[in-house]
């Protein structure tokens, strides 16, 4: 018997309905039972046919009841039985069974983390760069702009290609910055590198194929590959660079950082580019050009790209990590028309579209020009602390037991230690004392190679004295 309680906030045919599912789902109501109809249940509990009625569509309409002209309604020919699922398993129902991640996954955290601990104070993070409340103010101005002016249509399903006004004031950035003149076809929108890579993956490569990369190098770019189910081939760098004659024969996709080489911070020299691209246009493989931090230079002006120089078979990376900050989520992909029309069709099938406010507002923060003074004024910062960094580690006599490469161009660079150099034990070490280094055998794929990979961006002048007196102080 159903029964009404006058004191349930709840409506009378969702008590009732309540109920039936009970009476169904524990058994009481077998499959098959003939139920009472609408009108005699209703008298027996003392409520209007109408609501009985209610409660015997959604039992129909949820599946618990059949119903036929003749035949009235009848509990479903089914039997949820919970205490049969207690008998089978005592925790009730199991999580289905997971495929295994790559163990890569858990490198990935490490690389980017440093390793964990809670008294850090000095924090040579490479992969963060300076914000303050200048560029806060200026982006907040941006997004209150976007959303005033944004068109309602901006809304809907959008170009898979990404926000036409960003790819627009893109194409005039790489045009007027970096020598790349190409059409808007040409520029697919990401949301980081990581998603390009993974695109290039599915769109451009085919499983178990071939991909050479540097070692040291991106640990983002191989682990992407390998979990995609690549054959990765890692290629050593030296003082110039990616070793091209190392490169496998069988390769249908080489990935270099030409500008500040990923970890060591070398810059790939003239003749390794002039090889590079012949074999990749006698042997018809993409080279992916990851442009990451080339606009912070400190001796001279950006480098050329290797896509200013021969575009047909080059996916140029570029990203607004480094330049702006890597919680937007926006980067792009370059290239020929049609590798970048593949790319799009799978990102449209994976992703569809990146969200539309960031787009929005990023455009508005380039066009109204505080992109151009962000960077003017963080190329400063950057300029005082990359010298207060270098200075540090020569008055300190870091200089003389490391090797120092990379401080031409990006945001971090290399202290190279021997190969005997313990590594972990002096990592921990340092964070003992306060001080967060990155090891550079999380760079490494299959190189035996040791030292730091420090980062200055995000530590001001004081902060990275003050660190590497204290790294000094405990290796010399």
């Given at each position: 018997m159903l029964i009404i309680n006058r004191d349930d906030g709840r409506p009378i045919w969702q008590q009732l309905l309540d109920q039936s599912i009970h009476n169904i789902t524990t058994g009481k109501w077998p499959p098959g039972e003939l139920l009472l109809p609408s009108r005699e249940l209703a008298q027996l509990?003392?409520?209007?046919?109408?609501?009985?009625?209610?409660?015997?569509?959604?039992?129909?309409?949820?599946?618990?009841?059949?119903?036929?002209?003749?035949?009235?309604?009848?509990?479903?020919?089914?039997?949820?039985?919970?205490?049969?699922?207690?008998?089978?398993?005592?925790?009730?129902?199991?999580?289905?069974?997971?495929?295994?991640?790559?163990?890569?996954?858990?490198?990935?955290?490490?690389?980017?983390?440093?390793?964990?601990?809670?008294?850090?104070?000095?924090?040579?993070?490479?992969?963060?760069?300076?914000?303050?409340?200048?560029?806060?103010?200026?982006?907040?101005?941006?997004?209150?702009?976007?959303?005033?002016?944004?068109?309602?249509?901006?809304?809907?399903?959008?170009?898979?290609?990404?926000?036409?006004?960003?790819?627009?004031?893109?194409?005039?950035?790489?045009?007027?910055?970096?020598?790349?003149?190409?059409?808007?076809?040409?520029?697919?929108?990401?949301?980081?590198?990581?998603?390009?890579?993974?695109?290039?993956?599915?769109?451009?490569?085919?499983?178990?194929?071939?991909?050479?990369?540097?070692?040291?190098?991106?640990?983002?770019?191989?682990?992407?590959m390998t979990y995609r189910r690549m054959h990765v081939v890692p290629v050593p760098v030296d003082d110039h660079g990616l070793r091209v004659d190392q490169i496998h024969p069988q390769s249908k996709l080489v990935f270099v950082t030409p500008s500040h080489q990923c970890a060591v911070g070398v810059i790939l020299s003239e003749p390794r580019r002039q090889q590079l691209l012949h074999m990749a246009a006698q042997h018809s493989f993409w080279i992916v050009e990851d442009d990451y931090d080339s606009e912070f230079r400190y001796r001279g002006k950006p480098l050329p790209t290797l896509f200013s120089q021969q575009p047909q078979n080059i996916l140029y990376m570029m990203s607004f990590s480094k330049m702006v900050a890597p919680g937007i989520r926006i980067s792009a992909i370059v290239g020929p028309n049609e590798a970048i029309r593949q790319l799009t069709h799978v990102h449209e099938l994976t992703y569809r579209h990146l969200p539309i406010m960031e787009q929005l507002t990023l455009a508005h923060f380039i066009e109204s020009g505080h992109f151009t003074r962000h960077m003017r004024r963080i190329r400063n910062v950057y300029r005082r602390r990359h010298e207060a960094m270098t200075k540090a580690i020569t008055v300190t006599g870091l200089s003389e037991r490391f090797t120092l490469s990379g401080v031409e161009t990006g945001l971090h660079m290399l202290l190279e230690a021997e190969k005997s150099f313990d590594e972990e034990t002096l990592t921990y070490q340092a964070l003992e004392k306060g001080i967060r280094v990155y090891p550079l055998s999380t760079?490494?794929?299959?190189?035996?190679?040791?030292?730091?990979?420090?980062?200055?961006?995000?530590?001001?002048?004081?902060?990275?004295?003050?660190?590497?007196?204290?790294?000094?102080?405990?290796?010399?």
């Open positions: 509990v003392g409520v209007s046919r109408s609501t009985i009625q209610i409660v015997y569509e959604e039992l129909f309409s949820r599946g618990y009841t059949v119903t036929s002209r003749r035949g009235g309604t009848r509990v479903s020919e089914w039997a949820y039985m919970p205490h049969s699922l207690e008998e089978a398993s005592p925790q009730g129902p199991m999580l289905p069974e997971l495929p295994l991640l790559d163990v890569s996954i858990g490198h990935l955290h490490n690389w980017i983390r440093g390793k964990e601990n809670q008294n850090v104070e000095i924090d040579f993070s490479p992969h963060e760069p300076y914000l303050d409340e200048h560029f806060q103010k200026n982006w907040r101005q941006s997004f209150l702009q976007a959303s005033t002016e944004i068109d309602l249509d901006s809304w809907a399903y959008g170009n898979a290609y990404g926000f036409v006004p960003l790819r627009e004031q893109i194409q005039r950035y790489l045009s007027l910055e970096r020598g790349i003149h190409v059409n808007l076809d040409q520029i697919l929108l990401t949301s980081g590198a990581q998603h390009s890579i993974d695109l290039i993956a599915q769109a451009l490569l085919n499983e178990g194929e071939t991909v050479s990369l540097e070692d040291p190098g991106f640990p983002a770019a191989w682990m992407a760079y490494c794929l299959e190189s035996d190679r040791k030292g730091w990979v420090l980062g200055f961006a995000k530590v001001d002048e004081t902060a990275i004295e003050e660190g590497i007196y204290r790294l000094a102080e405990m290796l010399l």
